[in-house]
């Protein structure tokens, strides 16, 4: 066991926290990644757990540098399907992903048809 200190990504208070290190972090976000499941930081976290759900200032099992801000903030760890990275967004901008330019694609392109 070791202590790991994250800074809510809202008001920057600091977090410290008691656990084992084998689970690799990925990020701290202010949401919940999509296909995410959470545990709170007082239970010890499994093979299976895929982040913590902190309460900025109120979580139990965390020293708490401040007060906080009330609001929930996400640690993430790394997960492996098949031994590749699983990639996932915060599910704000999950959506942001899928706009933007591209590139015009079948018939309805400029010119029409390639023979
Ligand atoms: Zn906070």
């Known amino acids: 066991m ?3 200190t994250y800074y809510c990504p809202r008001c920057e208070t600091l977090a410290t ?6 689970l ?3 990020s701290v976000t202010p949401y919940p990644l999509e296909g995410w ?3 709170p930081p007082g239970a010890l976290p499994d093979a299976d757990a895929a982040g913590i759900r ?7 099992g965390v020293e708490w540098s401040a007060d906080g801000c009330g609001e929930p903030f996400y640690l993430n760890f ?15 901008e999950f959506v942001e992903l899928n706009v933007g ?13 390639t023979p």
């Not at 902190?54 to 139990?60: N, P, R, T, W, Y």
């Not at 790394?78 to 704000?92: F, L, M």
């Not at 591209?102 to 048809?113: A, H, I, N």
């Open 101 to 113: 330019p591209s590139e015009p694609r079948g018939p309805q392109g400029p010119g029409g048809p």
């Open 37 to 39: 499941s959470y545990d």
């Open 54 to 60: 902190f309460v900025c200032g109120e979580s139990e």
């Open 78 to 92: 790394v997960r492996h399907d098949d031994g590749r990275e699983v990639e996932s967004e915060p599910e704000s």
């Open 17 to 22: 926290v008691e656990r084992d290190a084998y």
């Open 2 to 4: 070791a202590d790991v």
């Open 24 to 26: 690799a972090d990925k």
